[in-house]
């Protein structure tokens, strides 16, 4: 038998007496603590897959030690710059023992089924009256103020030029 589960943001296929390592969990080392994450449970004649979870499965395990994991090195290095950077990281991790895995019925006895359902079919039903029509205006026309607006003038005014000089009329002259 195995199962599925969700621990702390990742997934696990576990088993029964199964040892593994998880990200830090909350809980002091020989507590206990449960999943109830299921999302697949397999007991061998039958499968039950979740949507998205199992209903009424649950993983119990013990909390063996808290520890941190092995060493990730983060090396960078730039080529012909002289720059390199060398860093490391520790994961804390949780280690702990799958204890069981159950698989609850999700089924109701018939007789909780029926008692929910009585209340129900026995309450008098509301009558459901037509909503009063509402009377929905139509779009406004643009006004022709709004029209002739003038499009807003730009934050610096224009510089008016200077008008242009009238070219003063020739005199004729008697001299023809």
């Given at each position: 038998?195995?199962?599925?589960?969700?621990?702390?943001?990742?997934?696990?296929?576990?088993?029964?007496?199964?040892?593994?390592?998880?990200?830090?969990?909350?809980?002091?080392?020989?507590?206990?603590?449960?999943?109830?994450?299921?999302?697949?449970?397999?007991?061998?004649?039958?499968?039950?897959?979740?949507?998205?979870?199992?209903?009424?499965?649950?993983?119990?395990?013990?909390?063996?030690?808290?520890?941190?994991?092995?060493?990730?090195?983060?090396?960078?290095?730039?080529?012909?710059?002289?720059?390199?950077?060398?860093?490391?990281?520790?994961?804390?991790?949780?280690?702990?023992?799958?204890?069981?895995?159950?698989?609850?019925?999700?089924?109701?006895?018939?007789?909780?089924?029926?008692?929910?359902?009585?209340?129900?079919?026995?309450?008098?039903?509301?009558?459901?009256?037509?909503?009063?029509?509402?009377?929905?205006?139509?779009?406004?026309?643009a006004?022709?103020k709004?029209?002739?607006?003038k499009?807003?003038?730009?934050?610096?005014?224009?510089?008016?030029?200077?008008?242009?000089?009238?070219?003063?009329?020739?005199?004729?002259?008697?001299q023809?």
């Amino acid at each position: 038998m195995y199962a599925i589960v969700d621990i702390a943001g990742q997934q696990f296929k576990v088993e029964k007496d199964q040892k593994l390592f998880v990200h830090r969990l909350e809980g002091e080392e020989g507590k206990k603590v449960s999943f109830d994450h299921v999302l697949l449970i397999d007991s061998g004649s039958k499968i039950s897959v979740g949507d998205p979870l199992v209903k009424g499965a649950e993983v119990s395990a013990k909390i063996l030690s808290h520890v941190k994991a092995d060493k990730v090195l983060v090396f960078k290095k730039k080529r012909r710059k002289g720059y390199q950077k060398l860093n490391g990281h520790r994961q804390y991790m949780t280690q702990i023992q799958i204890e069981s895995i159950s698989e609850v019925a999700a089924t109701k006895p018939k007789a909780e089924t029926q008692k929910a359902e009585t209340p129900m079919a026995e309450a008098p039903k509301a009558e459901v009256k037509p909503a009063a029509e509402k009377k929905v205006a139509a779009p406004k026309a643009a006004t022709p103020k709004a029209a002739a607006a003038k499009p807003p003038k730009d934050l610096k005014p224009e510089a008016k030029k200077p008008a242009a000089k009238k070219a003063a009329p020739k005199k004729e002259t008697d001299q023809e």
